[in-house]
């Protein structure tokens, strides 16, 4: 069993900082990529960032203010967040992608960003 804590979240002010964590433990033994996903209400899960094997992505909404990076040592990855907006507010989840392609989701942390 695989289990994923996430870790970070918080309410902020508009141009604020939060840097998420989310920590792999278990039965994983080797991991191909991680992101981080959100999901605002009445709103589809969207991919926010990702980093893999000598990658990494954006959406453009964060593209400029978010930073991913992940310790391999520790299967952790970190979503760094800065000059926060009101529209960033959402549930942010990691997704974890092992080697065998199975993939693992947290349970998500609420970022709230007042204007």
């Known amino acids: 069993q695989v289990q994923l804590v996430e870790s970070g979240g918080g309410l902020v002010q508009a141009g604020g900082s939060l840097r998420l964590s989310c920590a792999a433990s278990?039965?994983?033994?080797?991991?191909?990529?991680m992101g981080w996903y959100r999901q605002a209400p009445g709103k589809q899960r969207e991919l926010v960032a990702a980093?893999?094997?000598?990658?990494?992505n954006y959406a453009d909404s964060a593209k400029g203010r978010f930073t991913i990076s992940r310790d391999n040592a520790k299967n952790t990855v970190y979503l760094q967040m800065n000059n926060l907006k009101p529209e960033d507010t959402a549930v942010y989840y990691c997704k974890v992608v092992a080697t065998s392609q199975v993939y693992y989701w947290g349970q998500g942390t609420q970022v709230t960003v007042s204007s």
């Open positions: 980093i893999g094997r000598g990658y990494t």
């Open positions: 278990g039965s994983i033994f080797s991991i191909n990529a």
